[in-house]
Nanobody, 111 residues
Framework: QVRLVESGGGFVQAGGSLRLSCATSGIISSSNVVNWYRQAPGKMRTFVAA???????NYADTVKGRFTISRDNAKNTVYLQMNNLKSEDTAIYYC?????WGQGTQVTVSS
């Protein structure tokens, strides 16, 4: 059974940092592209960042230079380091591999 479990969300002031984790089981995350998406209240889910099997990364323009995606293959975990957070980063953040999604973790940034 494939499971993706996000953690690390919380409440932070603008300019602060958070590190999200996506722990995977039942699927080899190191062999797949792992994506982070986010969904703000009343808005569509949008792409945030991705890391492929060769550890090449891709970012949405809105987070480029502030967010960093990385992976620990030994732990089957992918991370999203978020720095210089802004109020517009407030959303539920989801991990995605292929057709699988986690339950999401809430990030709230106060201005």
């Amino acid at each position: 059974q494939v499971r993706l479990v996000e953690s690390g969300g919380g409440f932070v002031q603008a300019g602060g940092s958070l590190r999200l984790s996506c722990a995977t089981s039942g699927i080899i995350s190191s062999s797949n592209v792992v994506n982070w998406y986010r969904q703000a209240p009343g808005k569509m889910r949008t792409f945030v960042a991705a890391i492929d099997s060769g550890s090449s990364t891709n970012y949405a323009d809105t987070v480029k230079g502030r967010f960093t995606i990385s992976r620990d293959n030994a732990k089957n975990t992918v991370y999203l380091q978020m720095n210089n957070l802004k109020s517009e980063d407030t959303a539920i953040y989801y991990c995605n591999i292929c057709a699988y999604w986690g339950q999401g973790t809430q990030v709230t940034v106060s201005s």
